[in-house]
């Protein structure tokens, strides 16, 4: 977001979906890495990834250029996907991450560059369309895993992250709309603001600390079930 002030309950809420996908990703690496069952709350994580795509379509109507910002995103998005290879191939993990929630973003945030000059009511009649695609595209199974981007792959395809173009860039899309509508005036629309906190500095800093976060949340793990002795 590149605005002489930036808005608070944005960075805010980023930071909220960040917390929610950490608790998401511990529970995965407990069940998936450290063989240790625990419940999942499903729709924790689910509320993460929609808010996530909510605040980016929102944020790109805020931005200079979310084209840029946008390649910077999905170069990181690259960067995770060839860590998350090697890291695969010599640990068998199965955490590889081949087309997930940061490379949909990424182009999201590319399209959205030229999608938010666009009328609301026709970024709506394209969210609907990618939704109604959608529906389309989870029924073919026998075209391959060429085009996994847009959801299409057959039942080999595996990404422990995985937010096909089709259909969440209608997500994106739709806060493309909501933040138009809400931000037109590009600041805050409360008349108060919390002030610095970590909530919100996690949501300021959010992709690099993506970046970094599964690593840290494996070694913790690790350190607590070995001092525990539960591994």
Same mark, same amino acid.
């Given at each position: 977001?590149?605005?002489?002030?930036?808005?608070?309950?944005? %960075?805010?809420?980023?930071?909220?979906?960040?917390?929610? +996908? /950490?608790? %998401?990703?511990?529970?995965?690496?407990?069940?998936?890495?450290?063989?240790?069952?625990?419940?999942?709350? %499903?729709?924790?994580?689910?509320?993460?990834?929609?808010?996530?795509?909510?605040?980016?379509? /929102?944020?790109?109507?805020?931005?200079?250029?979310?084209?840029?910002?946008?390649?910077?995103?999905?170069?990181?998005?690259?960067?995770?996907?060839?860590?998350?290879?090697?890291?695969?191939?010599?640990?068998?993990?199965?955490?590889?991450?081949?087309?997930?929630?940061?490379?949909?973003?990424?182009?999201? +945030?590319?399209?959205?560059?030229? @999608?938010?000059?666009?009328?609301?009511?026709?970024?709506?009649? @394209?969210?609907?369309?990618?939704?109604?695609?959608?529906? /389309?595209?989870?029924? @073919?199974?026998?075209?391959?895993?060429?085009?996994?981007?847009?959801?299409?792959?057959?039942?080999?395809?595996?990404?422990?992250?995985?937010?096909?173009?089709?259909?969440?860039?209608?997500?994106?899309?739709?806060?493309?709309?909501?933040?138009?509508?809400?931000?037109?005036?590009?600041?805050?629309?409360?008349?108060?603001?919390?002030?610095?906190?970590?909530?919100?500095?996690?949501?300021?800093?959010?992709?690099? @600390?993506?970046?970094?976060?599964?690593? /840290?949340?494996?070694?913790?793990?690790?350190?607590?079930?070995?001092?525990?002795?539960?591994?």
């Amino acid at each position: 977001m590149e605005t002489q002030k930036r808005i608070w309950e944005i %960075d805010f809420l980023r930071g909220v979906a960040f917390i929610c +996908m /950490v608790y %998401d990703h511990v529970v995965y690496d407990l069940n998936y890495i450290f063989g240790i069952k625990t419940p999942q709350i %499903d729709f924790i994580g689910d509320f993460s990834a929609i808010l996530f795509m909510l605040l980016c379509g /929102v944020s790109t109507t805020l931005s200079k250029n979310s084209l840029k910002r946008g390649a910077i995103v999905f170069g990181a998005a690259l960067l995770l996907s060839a860590v998350t290879l090697t890291v695969d191939l010599l640990l068998n993990t199965r955490l590889i991450i081949v087309f997930g929630i940061l490379h949909m973003l990424g182009i999201a +945030m590319m399209l959205a560059y030229f @999608i938010k000059k666009l009328p609301n009511a026709v970024i709506a009649i @394209i969210s609907a369309a990618i939704f109604a695609l959608s529906f /389309v595209f989870r029924n @073919i199974r026998n075209a391959g895993n060429i085009f996994f981007a847009f959801g299409i792959h057959d039942h080999s395809f595996y990404s422990s992250d995985y937010y096909p173009l089709i259909p969440y860039l209608a997500v994106v899309f739709i806060g493309i709309i909501i933040g138009k509508i809400v931000y037109a005036k590009k600041k805050s629309i409360f008349p108060f603001s919390i002030g610095n906190n970590p909530v919100s500095f996690i949501g300021k800093h959010s992709l690099i @600390i993506y970046l970094i976060h599964q690593p /840290v949340v494996i070694s913790i793990l690790f350190l607590i079930l070995k001092i525990s002795g539960q591994i």
